[in-house]
């Protein structure tokens, strides 16, 4: 190559020589691309837009994928027509489905904007204003892989995804997401092609599971440690670590296995992008999650990413990071100056062995020397947290836990009556009620003993396997899955549901957890004679409950975990179904109106709202107009007795009130108040004790009480 194709500061190819191959696209030359330096005073500077408050990107773009996804980062400079179209604008020009040899369905995108001749897409993973990540299988290394395509382009997102890729590819590690290719479309839109991997994000179980076990926790976090160290041992920095980033799988012996994805803004120690910043003070990276060093001055450095990493695991141990300011100035700002708060304060229910606190608190240091050091020191403090120090708090929250990955790894121990969990399980551990002085810890103990003495209990237990553990809770991947008048989607999306061939037998259609789903795809099932329709997307929204309403022969209704659709919504749908004669509204913070939603169903008997929160009085009031009401599922909901005075009123047959906090008294009045109810589900534990539950068979001899243990695994395992 001659002087004149290379750049003489970077003495890469020039961009016009270095379209040939992929890895010449790599290290082509972006000088001419490149913001020019910034003035001294401007480099410690975060800019934030005085009219949305959001951060205004400085000199880089941001990640492609924080690009695409990210709401906090100002679009106000983006003359509002631009922005809708980017807004508006579908990239799927022609969604239809086609198959082919492999048996896979590829959707159809425009060639010119997608490698299609490597790269057969299957799925969209998800997109935003910017661009999207797609699901596609390499025909050349015949695997799955995520394609990143960048729609809009300009010279900084240009050069930040430059840099992503250049950061991402000096890597090799087990716990960080491998680049295999990069390129340009025919259009010149730059992809990056990665690893696949199948797994869930961590924010995502967050928002599911609200908080993980101390195991699990240090599970994840010591494999990140090590990634990271690595990452800075090549020099470079992540810089923008946060639960979304994080990728997490079960294996099939029950680990996890945890990827890093999007060294977006990373950059690379010694490059000459660093005339960017050459104090290293540009502040990247989402605020909740931003260490105060750049906005007080300090150089960015492994110790900031300490930091991040210190709230990632505070969010991880209590459902929340440490700081969340209105907006992203006064989060930053508290960063800089608020002392951040001890594990133990944000949630009143969970405690923290002092050694935890200690190692959340350290890594939150305002001062980067106070912190440790580097990613090893971290990790290694993880390391030696006994999970036994933790034990009567992981009892305590129990109700927080994952109950996917905490099955998983209890796997050699779980023991299970019948996968029916408590529909047809039936088994009766009644241990002596705690006095009522009992302390909380001395209450966690006995709820411990309680436990032990569970899986002593082995009679009539059968030991399951992993893979029929796996099976059950979903983990085993991929798209639908079929069996009889039963569909099933994995991870799928609405246009997924576009390739779902001979719809006319579908009676049971389920969506999981990990789909996103808004349900306006269920306009391509027309006609199917659905049944029961569940959805745990979190996408699901009113245009969903809307495309609900054209299937008249639904007869039971569950939604799992929260989604979008309105009150408003819920109501018409529920008075437009007129076979609906069952509803779940479970894990779920229940909307305020949901419950007053379901009065004006023809047929409606049977409501459970089993681990949702906020079921409040008027809640129970409003459930007492629902017409037909027969059964009630109030399983971990918080209710106490005055569950039952209010439900009195009606004329229930299965009342389930375990993990509540009725009480004895409660239960009496069930008894007298209730004398038609025919099942009775309870736990003691909280509030009902071994002796009310015998108080309760005299007053009732032809009731049916089922009791288990709050501490059953079968709870965990009872999604469905
Ligand atoms: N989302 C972004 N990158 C991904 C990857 N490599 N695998 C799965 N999902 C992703």
Redesign the pocket.
């Known amino acids: 190559m001659t002087d004149t194709q290379l750049c003489p500061i970077c003495k890469s190819p020039r961009r016009s020589n270095s379209f040939g191959s992929l890895t010449q696209w790599i290290v082509a030359c972006n000088c001419d691309q490149r913001e020019p330096d910034l003035p001294d005073e401007e480099e410690i500077s975060i800019t934030i837009c005085r009219s949305c408050g959001k951060r205004v990107g400085e000199g880089r773009a941001g990640s492609f994928?924080q690009f695409i996804f990210r709401s906090d980062v100002c679009r106000c400079a983006v003359p509002k027509i631009l922005r809708d179209a980017i807004d508006a604008a579908p990239i799927i020009e022609n969604s239809e489905t086609v198959t082919d040899d492999a048996d896979e369905i590829a959707l159809r995108l425009d060639h010119n904007n997608f490698p299609t001749e490597r790269y057969k897409p299957l799925a969209e993973?998800?997109s935003g204003a910017g661009g999207s990540?797609y699901?596609a299988r390499d025909m050349m290394l015949n695997k799955k892989?995520?394609v990143?395509i960048l729609h809009l382009m300009d010279s900084k997102l240009l050069v930040a995804f430059q840099d992503e890729a250049r950061a991402t590819s000096k890597l090799t590690h087990p716990s960080i997401?491998g680049v295999i290719d990069f390129g340009l479309t025919k259009t010149e839109k730059p992809y990056m092609v990665?690893?696949?991997?199948?797994?869930m994000s961590l924010s995502d179980l967050l928002l599911r599971d609200g908080t993980l076990d101390w195991q699990l926790v240090q599970e994840i976090f010591e494999q990140i440690c090590d990634a990271l160290e690595y990452a800075h041992k090549n020099g470079v920095y992540h810089r923008d670590i946060k639960p979304s980033n994080i990728?997490l799988r079960t294996r099939e012996n029950g680990t996890v296995d945890v990827?890093i994805?999007?060294f977006g803004i990373a950059k690379i120690e010694g490059s000459r992008n660093n005339d960017l910043d050459s104090q290293n003070t540009i502040a990247v990276g989402a605020p909740l999650y931003m260490a105060p060093d750049a906005a007080m001055g300090i150089p960015y450095d492994r110790r900031s990413e300490v930091y991040s990493l210190g709230c990632v695991m505070f969010e991880a141990l209590t459902g929340a990071p440490p700081f969340r300011g209105e907006t992203a100035i006064q989060t930053l700002s508290l960063h800089a100056h608020q002392k951040p708060p001890r594990l133990s304060e944000v949630s009143a229910n969970l405690s923290f062995p002092q050694i935890v606190e200690e190692l959340v608190s350290k890594a939150l240091s305002k001062k980067p020397d106070h912190r440790f050091q580097n990613m090893s020191e971290m990790q290694q403090a993880i390391q030696e947290i006994d999970p036994a120090s933790f034990q009567f708090a992981a009892i305590a929250n129990r109700k927080t836990q994952s109950p996917y990955l905490v099955l998983l790894r209890n796997v050699s121990i779980v023991a299970l009556v019948s996968f029916a969990g408590w529909n047809i399980a039936k088994f009766t551990i009644l241990a002596p009620p705690p006095p009522v002085s009992m302390v909380a810890k001395e209450k966690e103990k006995a709820q411990h003993k309680k436990a032990e003495e569970f899986r002593k209990n082995k009679e009539d237990i059968e030991v399951l396997k992993t893979d029929d553990i796996l099976d059950r809770l979903n983990l085993t991947g991929g798209k639908w899955k079929r069996k009889g008048g039963l569909l099933e989607g994995h991870e799928v999306t609405d246009a997924d549901i576009k390739n779902v061939k001979d719809a006319g037998s579908v009676k049971t259609f389920k969506v999981t957890v990990e789909s996103k789903v808004t349900g306006e795809g269920l306009k391509y099932l027309e006609g199917a004679p659905l049944k029961h329709v569940w959805i745990m997307s979190h996408l699901f929204d009113d245009r969903g409950a809307a495309e609900l309403m054209k299937f008249p022969t639904i007869e039971r209704l569950s939604f799992h975990y929260d989604n979008k659709m309105t009150p408003g919504a819920l109501a018409k749908l529920v008075s437009s179904l007129p076979e609906l004669t069952n509803i779940h509204l479970r894990f779920m913070n229940l909307k305020p109106g949901y419950i007053k939603a379901l009065k004006n169903s023809k047929k409606l008997s049977s409501v459970d709202l089993g681990h949702s929160e906020q079921v409040t009085e008027e809640d129970l009031n409003e459930l007492t107009k629902i017409e037909k009401l027969d059964s009630v599922t109030l399983t971990d909901t918080g209710v106490g007795d005055e569950a039952v005075t209010i439900l009195s009123k009606t004329h229930l047959r299965f009342f389930d009130i375990g993990e509540s906090q009725v009480s004895d008294d409660g239960l009496m009045m069930i008894a007298e108040k209730m004398p038609q109810v025919k099942t009775i589900k309870l736990s003691v534990g909280d509030g009902i004790t071994s002796l009310g539950v015998k108080r309760f068979k005299k007053a009732c001899p032809d009731c049916n009480v089922v009791v288990g243990d709050g501490l059953n695994p079968i709870q965990l395992l009872d999604y469905n």
Do not use: H, N, P, S
């Not at 990665?194 to 797994?199: I, V």
């Open positions: 994928t993973l998800g990540v699901l892989v995520a990143k997401v990665l690893d696949y991997f199948q797994g990728l990827q994805i999007d």
